[in-house]
């Protein structure tokens, strides 16, 4: 078997005198879904940006093993990192607006990377941009609707849709499912587990929502005030938690 | 067409330097513009100076062609394709007074020809400089608000949002729509706005005899293609770039293959149509 897809070792981020994200490792293997979870302020989203390549840790380094062979994520030329970004990596934000071209069709959305790469024949471009949509349960005649028509969570799935059409191999989450109702947080948390499967993908998730992190990940990282508390297997860290704060966390849910 | 040059323009006005600006300036002007001949479809920043015309008159055309003009030149100046426009004639005035040159609105006499949105229909020849009038040097501002962001995008050629915007365009009017300004892939590398001349002429860039010089005055960047380098349109494999048709054809000389401007000529609506290059026009009559 081939290595950890993804192993940050010693990420350490700070804003000024305050520490964002302290002295984070771990190992994300191929096909794993890794949940961070901890409350406002943790440092999960710090962490999930200097993961993804979009802010440069004060220390510490996050390695990525490329179809071509491991890399180092901050120590690649600009232009490598961001091709690696949009080709084998996914981001979805929590703000669709912040992930979608909010005055571009849905089709278009979707068909940005394949352009990017260099995809020229239009009618494939809309025939695959059109079976994505599908995978994501939005209806075709919406293809040609721009995302600020679309509801929240529509749009979500249009963001999941944008990022997996290049096949990526790590799709990187920052609270996919935030912000939306209930019934569409299942409606879209089903689809997510069913893609991840499907496509074999690899996900660092980033939630506070431990219904959430139950559903979709394998492993989990609780962490507190920038720093890694606890972290083990899903179920086991939310069956028996050790640390106070991941007690408090679970203790903290309310019965539905 | 008379020579609408002012009468005792032969003696250049010697209250101001030869061709108005400054030497130091010229000198600037003419490093940003061999570095953009060196870096085809490239924006070379340059500091732009005050000129006696309104931005968007041609300000930054003006600045260019008063750098590389010299005695021995012969300027035509148009506008739209037309040699009598105001635009067009104070210009061609104020490079007479003040740079002493011959003017002239035949396309193959001039040497150096100053355009606002049209290249003539003339073919251009070896040794001759097309300069261009800007507006907004950047294709992908549009697409793409953030300087730094439009700057990055070129650096490392990531032109995917270009064919995003021809994909909506197809996406909404079932064909690319855009008719002016259409984006060109400069010598493979650099995505070059062409100023805004009709997608009509975007063929005559390509591999053009001619040097052809772009300035943006207000955004001060200047940006070249060099002779016989190859200009591309972008389009999709299934929708490939086409020019304008007319099914008239010039109302006053008859020509099928020129860019007509559609004119209304009376209150009940009828229409006319005539060649936009008026010296092309009249010599064909």
Redesign the interface.
Known sequence: MSGPLLSARGVTKRFGGRVACRDVSFDLWPGEVLGVVGESGSGKTTLLNCLAGRMTPDAGSVAYDTAAGPVDVHGLS??RR?LLT?TEWGFVSQDAREGL?MG??A??NI???L???GE????E??RTAADWLGRVEIDLDR??DRPTAFSGGMRQRLQIARNLVSRPRLVFMDEPTGGLDVSVQARILDLLRGLVENLQLSVVLVTHDLGVARLLTHRLMVMQGGQVVEDGLTDQVLDDPQHAYTQMLVASILPA | MPDTSLPDTSLRDSAYNYAYLDEQTKRMIRRAILKAVAVPGYQVPFGGREMPLPYGWGTGGIQVTAAIIGRDDTLKVIDQGADDTTNAVSIRRFFARVADVATTTRTEDATVIQTRHRVPETPLSDGQILVFQVPIPEPLRMLEPRETETRTLHALREYGVMQVSLYESIARHGRIAKTYNYPVLVNGRYIMSPSPIPKFDNPKLDRSPALQLYGAGREKRIYAVPPHTPVKSLDFDDHPFEIETWSECCALCGSRDSFLDEMIVDDAGKRLFVCSDTDYCERRR
Request: proline letters at 0%; glycine letters at 14%.
């Open positions: 600009e232009a961001r949009r071209r571009a069709s089709g278009a068909g940005e990377r352009m990017a790469i020229r024949h239009y009618g471009i809309r293809l040609d």
